[in-house]
């Protein structure tokens, strides 16, 4: 038993995701992992008795809305929840003041009632991901921009020998 504990302890503290638990009833975090701490540059002893509210103002003030609208009904249990979860993107700010781009996939955990207790997340850094897709549709709008402006094939005028060349 100790050896399946040691294990699945190696597997939190080295893992390159943040994960986290998060009571519902006093909005503290039971458990962020140490990768936000690798990730964004804070200190896991400024987190370990944080709130929502805490973590709440490193989301990017352009994501912040979306990101509570969305959560708020996971948090509230309402119908429209997805028993799969939910995963929203946003941007946090790392302690240099920077912002990342995270996909966080969250989960209700229910008690004994059903009622949500907590959620737990797996918050994964997609910066990269989210620049490389802005590439890709930077050049797709170009290539579209060129393909709509060019003259069709069929309206070019073709060539036609005046001589032969025999």
């Known amino acids: 038993m100790e050896a399946e504990r040691q294990r699945f302890i190696d597997i939190l503290v080295h893992s390159r995701e943040i994960l986290y638990r998060r009571d519902l009833h006093t909005g503290r975090y039971l458990y962020i992992s140490k990768a936000f701490s690798d990730i964004l540059g804070t200190r896991l ?14 989301i990017h003030p352009d994501d912040l809305q979306t990101h509570n609208e969305l959560l708020q009904p996971t948090v509230e249990d309402k119908p429209s929840t997805s ?38 997340g797996s918050n994964r850094e997609i910066t990269r ?31 036609r020998p005046t001589k032969s060349f025999s």
């Open 83 to 120: 028993e799969d979860g939910l995963v929203v993107e946003y941007r946090m700010r790392r302690r240099n003041g920077t912002y990342l781009w995270f996909s966080d996939q969250i989960a209700v955990i229910r008690g004994a009632h059903g009622q949500p207790e907590a959620i737990i």
């Open 45 to 58: 002893a400024d987190l370990e008795s944080s709130d929502y509210n805490g973590i709440e103002q490193l």
């Open 129 to 159: 991901q989210r620049r490389m897709e802005r590439a890709l549709k930077k050049t797709r709008d170009q290539l579209h921009t060129i393909l709509t402006a060019s003259t069709p094939i069929s309206m070019l005028p073709t060539c």
